[in-house]
């Protein structure tokens, strides 16, 4: 024995002598003892418990065995770094040394175990690098520990009970990581650690503290994170499955106190984390615990772990617990400060964790809980709203959830009086009116339904009046000023017995307005009432106010209705404030601004003070003289106000970009949007968004598009970013696995007053400026435009002005009439714009039907986009093979532009695409293909003059001409076909589409290439049609059916508005300059038809003369004539039939003869244009026939030379029929000089009468023509001395007029005159009758005895005229030169003309005699009251003759 031996021997020997080893003293025993099972058994009971209570394990080992015991010292079992470590050491040797000192101590080897590997479970957790979790180091020696338990507990040598019992001795020395190790490796399961914890309170508190700790290290970076975010998931998922598992559970005795502690460690770390974030100490490290522990209510923490009834029942219980949680705020706090409480307002955090929230548990069933919580416990008010704003918000359909809750809410409170429900549906309504119009109604629009109208809820009785102002009233002391300047200029609707209550309640409001000083008065014209800011100063509101007037007044043109009701019955703010606003004095511009006309606009209309509008020119000369050298007119120096919005504004959008790049933060999307919703109102200047504002259309000018400065520089900021965000979010995702940020940013947009400049910005890029625009913004603005169209119910429609005559346009079809294919750089633009928009709107929304997508893009887009394909490239044009692409990448369209066609054509050829075009919507019929042609400019198209030939000629008789008509095409039918394009010919030219078309401009008709070309396919289809009418029928027309121009012409204009209205007249004006422009550049045989050769019959014109009579009469003549190219027209087409039929001679004639009575109105223009029209019709007769011209054409000529001989005094008969010839004479005394119309007007005292009257017919269309248009004065002077002397020719002859006053159709000999009077003229003619008052002979009317009955039925017939408006004034410089030469023929106005007509009756009656009174009674039958005087006098004297014919001396025989 060594020396060092026999020292601890003597040592252990002690004053008493040699101590006996352990082994000794039990020996000893069992040699004087009997054996004795129970003894036995209680020897090993006392032995175990003298080993759990040792304290030294290792020495006590030492002590049982000799120095071979060494091997079951763990403390260099786990030293990894010792030459007897564990990798020396087998599981089997360690499992086998346990066994045997088990054995030897008599004692279980579980329990033996367990023991000794919780001392060096302590061992490994002493000194600590960090609070709960283990070192690299320490993290090894566990590792070997577990391995060797994993073992034991296989071989079932291992008591886990008694291990967790020995831990919990140490907890304070324990790290968290190694119990999760422990849990992990499956030694002892996280339940069971804290189900075998003697005292739970303390275990709570240890386990509550260890976790907020390991909540701090979440975020914190270290190689350790992984087994953080795991340790913080499997206690989650523990404490949430334990404590909300189902009631009926198998161990219901164990479980209760797992339950307790389940619920209550979770109940410590909600509380927490609210009292944390009410604290809001951003950068402390209990907000970095509480961002821990929120990132575990996630459901990617629980998928599949955790029954799907537990986790809603824990998070209906957090709802709950959030809702409740310290309720000492008041409802009038509520009140006072809920405009603190709104979603951009509320903790990140907090919104963050509703959203999860909300999530598992579904809009609905939050909604019912929320619900439930506000009716059944005391709330946290600041919670509950934050919690609504945040619902709303971030779930869209929630909204109508939470109005039907309100509508609820109301109805019960009127029901029952309940002021609990009251005053809940309020602070709701309120709330929710804080995240804008995109979200809920305004307030001011909500109180005006709710109370506005005899249907509101308060206007059942009178105690539901009681109680609402007894409500409103209660509300005055702690309510924002906005909310009751709400209520007072938007009062609830009163019985006027009931008054009293309202004008009680508003006198109450404005006392507390006054004592807030917040004036009534001062209120701003477009101040938005329901916006929860601060009230703005009344001279900074009235600039808004002037701004914003101004905006109305460019698009309007007229004085906005504010602004008048504020100059009437608002003058305090309109003359203290709007006006000096406006009135600021500057330096004026030298082209007049919207300012200037608005300034004007109100200064005719006497709304600004002479004084104050005289003060205010003055003070702009004297800033003009004042002003430096180098400044511009018009603008002044403004400073920069928005600058620190729009900083940060930018930071916010740029925030939101920094999102799409993590998936992981796409919940917290929603937060990031409202908080640019409300930077971008500081940023526009608007507290809220401005329902005043809000209309059903919004005007815009494409044409000509403007923007302020301030609104341009913020949408350039929020298209710019979401043409970023879409780039940087496609670059990673797919549109369609994408958060939905695009839906809410446009929302964003739609809930603003910032919409129309969007759209006006839109329509700058697109319309004028879209060939230019880079691939990031054509991808970018053709998603937002999907995203538009998806966000089409809450946007207004657009009146684009000239651009759709129509009307007005939803925002997806407007957006497709901003995209135009005039020229080559257009079409490509619209090709690249389509192929973005279609595909990102089938990748986005690919999971939805087809039919469906009509509601995110404008069927017109698709049209388009199809037309732009088939037009370019011809492989599109052959049928499209059975196998197409099978899917469509959203990706390919960031390649470089030039790679543009190669992505449309991989669009076209997708699967979703073309089955896209089987939906009935989407049909490029060939009509829309039509209308897209007619927009290409052919001088800059894409296409050569060839390629653009062939194009039309596979379109249509390869494409459209044989397709069924079910898809667009004509079924074969060339009729159909020709129809479509004269009808959509006349379309284009009339619309804004025709790309020379202007506002100013006149219409042009094949003034351009382009319209030729379609034109010359018109052309090509009449001649197709003409062959196929076959030889027996006539070109276009046949026995039973009229040529389809002709009906194309009848059913368009019938579909016109019938009236007498300038504008409709202008209408129907228009559309039949275009039906003659086609007739002219369409064959000749159109109007005359072509006859089977050789047939002597006259050709068919009926169509063509209905087309004169009902018409071009009305509209396209001069004096009773057509204009000169439709009658050449005309009479070449005549010629063609002529030479083409047996008797060429013989159709002439009964053609013109036709002409006489059923369209006169062809020969009288013949005549005017006869000097142009001979040299043409002798030329072509004599060169086929070498012959003179056919009877009724020698009728013409010699009409023509009769009145070439009465002017130059070599009298000649006149020709029959005489009212040719009097055409003849009329159009020849038209060019005599006026003081030589006399000389030659009295050779007519030898014509015959047939040629008087109808001259007289002639000379008064002649007058009214002169007087319709009045630009010359001389020449209606002239066509008065001429009316005159054929007048006088006729009373010297006794030859009777009045027979013109009265024509019908019926009239044999002088009927046909009245298809030469326009219809216009023959209204008129009582004008011309008294305008030849001075002219009548007394002796002769008197004598006349319908004269008094022609005079009374003019007169009778003028008033209706003028009552009816018809009449019009002469111009003053017509009326003042006629003054001047001593005239008085025409009167200076209509009632002028009046008074001296019936001044003329009156002094006639009494001469006339008896019998010219006979039918007056029928002429005076209904119309009693056009002038009862004038009907009295007539009626005495008709009695009064009466009356004394009764006196007489009867006639017997």
Not at 208 to 231: G, H, V, W, Y
Not at 807 to 829: D, K, Q
Not at 1119 to 1132: A, E, K, N, Q, Y
Not at 1375 to 1402: C, D, M, W, Y
């Amino acid at each position: 024995m060594s020396d060092s031996q026999a020292d601890r021997v003597a040592a252990r020997d002690g004053p008493l002598g040699r101590r006996k080893s352990w082994t000794e003293l039990l020996a000893g025993r069992v040699k004087k003892q009997k054996y004795n099972p129970e003894r036995e058994q209680k020897l090993k009971d006392s032995a175990l418990q003298l080993l759990r209570y040792h304290q030294n394990m290792s020495e006590l080992l030492l002590e049982v065995e000799d120095p071979q015991c060494k091997k079951l010292c763990l403390s260099k079992l786990i030293d990894c770094d010792s030459a007897s470590g564990y990798s020396d050491r087998s599981t089997s040797f360690i499992g086998s040394a346990f066994r045997d000192q088990a054995s030897r101590l008599g004692v279980p080897v579980g329990l033996l175990s367990a023991r000794v590997f919780s001392c060096s479970v302590q061992q490994v957790c002493m000194e600590p690098s960090h609070p709960v979790l283990l070192s690299s180091e320490q993290r090894k020696k566990l590792s070997s520990l577990l391995e060797i338990a994993q073992h034991l507990l296989a071989h079932n040598m291992f008591s886990r009970l008694t291990f967790c019992q020995e831990l919990w001795k140490v907890q304070n020395s324990l790290l968290l990581e190694a119990l999760w190790c422990l849990h992990k490796h499956s030694v002892v399961s996280l339940q069971e650690l804290l189900e075998s914890h003697p005292d739970t309170q303390a275990m709570t508190m240890w386990l509550f503290r260890n976790l907020c700790i390991l909540c701090e290290q979440i975020e914190a970076p270290s190689p350790s994170s992984d087994t953080t975010k795991a340790m913080l998931s499997g206690f989650m998922q523990l404490l949430v499955s334990r404590g909300f598992q189902e009631s009926s559970d198998p161990r219901p005795v164990e479980p209760e106190k797992m339950l307790q502690v389940a619920t209550d460690v979770l109940q410590r770390m909600l509380t927490f984390v609210l009292d944390t974030l009410h604290a809001d100490p951003q950068v402390s490290s209990a907000y970095q615990a509480v961002r821990g522990w929120c990132s575990v209510y996630s459901g990617d923490v629980y998928c599949g772990m955790i029954a799907v009834d537990s986790l809603k029942r824990f998070f209906s219980h957090t709802l709950t617990e959030i809702l409740t949680h310290k309720p000492v705020l008041k409802v009038s706090d509520a009140i006072q400060m809920q405009k603190e409480w709104s979603f951009a307002k509320t903790c990140n955090l907090l919104t963050t964790l509703y959203c999860r929230v909300f999530v598992t548990l579904g809009t609905e069933e939050s909604v019912g809980r929320l619900q439930e919580v506000l009716e059944t416990q005391e709330v946290n008010w600041q919670h509950v709203l934050s919690c609504l704003s945040t619902l709303v918000v971030c779930f869209p359909e929630a909204q109508q959830l939470v109005k039907d809750w309100v509508a609820g809410l109301m109805t019960r409170a009127f029901e029952s009086y309940h002021l609990d429900s009251m005053v809940t549906a309020f602070l709701i309504v309120r709330q929710a009116t804080l995240e804008g119009p995109f979200v809920f109604p305004s307030y001011a629009d909500w109180f005006k339904e709710s109370f506005g109208s005899s249907l509101g809820y308060h206007s059942c009785s009178k105690k539901a009046l009681v109680f609402l102002f007894k409500f409103l009233s209660d509300l005055v002391p702690w309510e924002p000023p906005r909310y009751m300047q709400v209520h007072i200029f938007h009062p609830p609707l009163v019985p006027s017995k009931y008054h009293s209550f309202l004008t009680d309640y508003i006198s109450l409001a404005k006392t507390r307005l006054v004592d807030l000083k917040v004036s009534v008065e001062n209120v701003g014209l477009y101040e938005d009432l329901s916006s929860s800011g601060d009230i703005a100063e009344p001279q900074s509101q009235a600039i808004q106010d002037v701004e914003k007037a101004i905006v109305v007044f460019e698009q309007t043109g007229k004085i906005p209705m504010p602004v008048m009701e504020a100059s009437i019955f608002r003058r305090p703010y309109y003359l203290s404030h709007f006006l000096p606003a406006l009135l600021t004095p500057r330096v004026l511009p030298e082209v007049p601004d919207s300012r200037v006309a608005f300034i004007e606009t109100l200064k005719r209309a006497d709304k600004i003070p002479s004084s104050l509008y005289d003060a205010y020119c003055q003070a702009c000369a004297t800033a003009e003289e004042k002003q430096p050298e180098n400044a511009t007119p018009g603008k002044g120096t403004k400073p920069d106000c928005a600058e620190q919005p729009l900083g940060l504004l930018t930071a916010a959008l740029e925030e939101l970009r920094a999102l799409m790049t993590d998936p992981t933060q796409y919940d917290v999307i929603s937060a990031r949007v409202a908080v640019i919703s409300e930077r971008l109102n500081a940023a526009l200047d608007h507290n809220s968004d401005d329902g005043s504002l809000r209309r059903s259309k919004i005007q815009l000018s494409v044409l000509t598009p403007t923007l302020q400065r301030q609104d341009q520089v913020v949408v350039d900021l929020l298209l710019t970013a979401f043409c970023q965000n879409l780039m940087v979010a496609s670059s990673f995702v797919p549109p369609e696995r994408q958060s939905p940020w695009a839906v809410l940013f446009v929302r964003t947009l739609c809930g603003h007053v910032l919409t129309p400049a969007v759209l006006t910005r839109l329509c700058q890029l697109l319309y004028h400026q879209g060939p230019s625009l880079s691939t990031p913004h054509v991808l970018g603005l053709a998603a937002l435009a999907v995203h538009l169209g998806e966000c089409r119910s809450m946007l207004p429609e657009v009146d684009p002005g000239v651009h759709a005559p129509d009307g007005s346009l939803c925002v997806p079809e407007f957006l497709n009439s901003l995209l135009t294919c005039h020229t080559r750089e257009s079409l490509l633009f619209c090709m690249k714009f389509c192929t973005a928009a279609i595909s990102y709107c089938l990748c986005k929304f690919s999971a939805q039907p087809h039919a469906a997508l009509h509601n995110y893009l404008s069927p017109g887009l698709i049209k388009r986009f199809q037309f732009i394909v088939l037009r370019l490239f011809s492989e599109a044009r052959a049928p499209c093979s059975a196998k197409h692409e099978a899917s469509l990448s959203w990706r390919p369209l960031y390649l470089p532009s030039a790679d543009w066609q190669s992505a449309a054509l991989s669009l076209w050829r997708c699967n979703s695409f073309q089955e896209l075009l089987k939906e009935k919507q989407f049909y490029l019929t060939y009509r829309d293909w039509v209308q897209l042609e007619l927009e290409i400019q052919p001088e800059v198209d894409v296409l050569s003059e060839t390629e653009r030939h062939d194009f039309h000629q596979w379109a249509i008789y390869e494409h459209f001409f044989p397709a069924p008509s079910a898809l667009g095409g004509c079924q074969g039918d060339l009729e159909a076909a020709c129809t479509v394009l004269v009808s959509e010919l006349m379309d284009f030219y009339q619309s804004s589409r025709s790309y020379n078309h202007s506002q100013d401009s006149d219409l042009v008709l094949g003034g351009r290439a382009g319209n030729e070309d379609i034109l010359s396919r018109l052309q090509e289809m009449a001649a197709d049609l003409e062959l196929d009418q076959g030889s027996s029928v006539s070109y276009g027309c046949s026995t039973s059916q009229s040529h389809i121009l002709f009906r194309v012409f009848k059913r368009r204009l019938q579909a016109l508005a019938s009236g007498d209205s300038m504008a409709t007249n202008l209408r129907r004006q228009r559309e039949l300059l275009i039906c003659k422009r086609l007739l002219l550049r369409l064959p000749p045989s159109v109007l005359t038809g072509s006859p089977q050769s050789g047939q002597p019959v006259s050709p068919n014109c009926e169509e063509f003369f209905n087309l004169v009579n009902s018409e071009l009469r009305n509209f396209c003549c001069h004096g009773s004539v057509l204009t000169h190219d439709i009658t050449m027209h005309f009479f070449r087409g005549l010629l063609n039939v002529c030479f083409r039929s047996q008797d060429p001679a013989l159709v002439a004639n009964l053609t013109l003869t036709e002409c006489q009575t059923k369209c006169p109105m062809i020969l009288t223009s013949a005549l005017l244009w006869w000097s142009r029209l001979e040299p043409v019709l002798c030329s072509r007769w004599k060169k086929c026939y070498q012959s003179v011209l056919p009877r009724e054409l020698q009728r013409l000529q010699e009409a023509r030379e009769f009145a070439s001989n009465f002017l130059s005094d070599s009298a000649s008969p006149a020709p029959s029929p005489a009212w040719i010839s009097a055409a003849a004479l009329h159009f020849a005394i038209r060019e005599v000089r006026k003081e030589n119309v006399k000389a030659h007007l009295k050779r007519l005292d030898f014509e015959r009468k047939e040629l008087l009257i109808s001259l007289l017919f002639f000379s008064l269309m002649s007058l009214l023509s002169s007087y319709l248009t009045q630009q010359d004065t001389a020449e209606y002077l002239k066509a008065m001395d001429i009316c005159a002397e054929v007048l006088m020719c006729l009373e010297r002859r006794k030859v009777s007029w009045l027979m013109l006053f009265q024509l019908t159709e019926t009239d044999a000999e002088l009927g046909h005159l009245l298809h030469l009077a326009p219809d216009q003229y023959a209204r008129l003619l009582p004008f011309a009758f008294y305008s030849l008052l001075s002219y009548f002979s007394e002796d002769a009317i008197i004598k006349e005895e319908a004269f008094l009955y022609v005079a009374v039925d003019m007169y009778l017939k003028l008033m209706q005229l003028f009552v009816d408006g018809k009449t019009r004034t002469v111009l003053p410089q017509a009326s003042k030169s006629l003054k001047l030469q001593g005239h008085s023929l025409l009167p200076g106005s209509p009632v002028q003309l009046i008074t001296e007509a019936r001044n003329f009756l009156l002094q006639l009656i009494p001469q006339c005699p008896e019998q010219c009174f006979s039918n007056m009674t029928e002429l005076l039958a209904g119309r009693e009251n056009y002038d009862p005087e004038m009907i009295n006098t007539l009626l005495r004297k008709q009695q009064a003759d009466s009356n004394f014919d009764l006196y007489q001396e009867p006639h017997l025989f």
